[in-house]
């Protein structure tokens, strides 16, 4: 199993990016999705999750409002649309899948396959 993040750049305050994250040898509808983001000196940190059994999502406070993610069943591949970055969102960003597609979580300790990350750089 491989995951593939991308998508992750430089972007000024309140701008956007999409980062994606594409599979191979599994199939997304069968795994819960979660992005994950870890800042220098930081824990790594749950930003948001989604069953693909009944599509339920949670989001990090931190970024309610301003993250979507969301899969693209004809391509296997999944999204995290950020909108109206700050600076504080500057992270690697890493995607990942849970065996239980019906269970979602923000822990990164449930997750059994990730991606390696992509760096997301907020600044002016």
């Known amino acids: 199993v491989q995951l593939q993040a991308s998508g992750g750049g430089l972007v000024q305050p309140r701008g956007s990016l999409r980062l994606s994250c594409a599979a191979s040898?599994?199939?997304?509808?069968?795994?819960?999705i979660g992005w994950f983001r870890q800042a220098p000196g930081k824990e790594r940190e749950g930003v948001s999750c989604?069953?693909?059994?009944?599509?339920?999502?949670d989001y990090a406070d931190s970024v309610k409002g301003r993250f979507t993610s969301f899969r693209d069943s004809a391509k296997n591949t999944v999204y995290l649309q950020m909108n109206s970055l700050i600076p504080e969102d500057t992270a690697v960003y890493y995607c990942?899948?849970?065996?239980?597609?019906?269970?979602?979580?923000?822990?990164?300790?449930?997750?059994?396959?990730w991606g390696q990350g992509t760096q997301v750089t907020v600044s002016s």
């Open positions: 990942a899948v849970d065996s239980n597609p019906n269970f979602i979580s923000l822990a990164a300790v449930v997750y059994d396959y």
């Open positions: 040898r599994l199939i997304f509808e069968d795994y819960a």
């Open positions: 989604f069953s693909s059994s009944d599509g339920s999502t």
